[in-house]
């Protein structure tokens, strides 16, 4: 520590309090002087290696501490901790918000991991993860006529297919977009509950998906997921036709709304 302390007093100060200290921190982190549970010095003495002021280390600690790095705890000191990815699900959903597009975008992301995790999912899932993935496909059965429990259920089933991957990294982005995720499925479950044959979709795919997954055919259960996806975006497509039709019947003079046709379906599933 010696060595960081002599360099970030050789620094000059007219610039980047802030990022000189987050700077120093990840150094130390990524050489492993700092470790989860240890300890950082204390915000008097880090101000004073680093040549900065005192509020600049709390303003950067805090900072530091909202994305989970390290752990302000009063009257004991700043700890680092393991970093909750979570935490990167509000970033996106507020920094996505005023994207017209968020879900649809985050829906390409979302089958890009997808697709790449059920691969993944086939070679390496334990026992466990195939035990969860199955009961969270009785739960889609049990929860199909209620859009709420149903939605989630879904969400949770394709969390579970992307957590059997055993991939951190894939994981926490998929975790990072999980607020629009769940955003995009309850809105998808409410357009398309009334489409003929959802409920036969609903479970006859999931079920096949799941059986490929536990006979580990990686090949196969790519496949389905493709298609879970496009005839998710058909069944879509079919609900914004007869919401279409039904606004028509209300009032003769509405012609079928061309935005809603041409919302567009690749990017629908269930
Ligand atoms: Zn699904």
């Known amino acids: 520590m010696n060595d960081d302390i002599s360099i970030a007093r050789a620094r000059t100060d007219t610039t ?23 300890r950082l010095l204390p915000e008097r003495e880090l101000a004073s290696v680093l040549g900065v002021s005192r509020p600049v280390v709390r303003e950067a600690l805090r900072a530091l501490s909202a994305i989970g790095v390290v752990d302000i705890r009063p009257g004991h000191g700043t700890v680092v901790s393991r970093p909750d990815f979570s935490t990167l699900a509000d970033f996106f959903s507020l920094a996505l918000a005023q994207e017209p597009n968020a879900v649809d ?10 697709r790449h995790a059920v691969r993944l999912a086939c070679r390496r899932a334990s026992e466990s993860d ?6 969270v496909f009785d739960r889609i059965v049990a929860t199909l006529d209620d859009v709420m429990a149903g939605w989630r259920a879904d969400f949770d089933f394709h969390s579970a297919l992307v957590s059997a991957a055993r991939s951190p990294t894939l994981s926490s982005v998929y975790t990072a977009i999980s607020d629009l995720l769940e955003r995009s499925h309850q809105e998808r479950r409410e357009h398309i509950r009334n489409v003929e044959g959802i409920n036969a979709f609903i479970i006859d795919h999931h079920a096949k998906l799941l059986n490929a997954i536990l006979e580990r055919d990686e090949t196969a259960a790519d496949q389905l997921l493709v298609e879970h996806f496009l005839i998710g975006a058909e069944f879509r497509r079919k609900a914004s036709l007869t919401t279409a ?8 003079k509405t012609t079928p709304s061309a935005p809603t046709d041409s919302q567009p379906v690749t990017q629908s599933a269930s």
């Open 130 to 135: 195939l035990t969860r993935l199955t009961q």
């Open 105 to 114: 975008d985050v829906m390409e992301v979302r089958i890009a991991i997808e």
């Open 245 to 252: 039709s039904a606004a028509q019947k209300i009032d003769p």
């Open 16 to 38: 980047g309090g802030y990022d000189r200290v987050v700077a120093f921190i990840r150094e130390q982190l990524s050489s492993r002087r700092l470790q989860i549970g240890d």
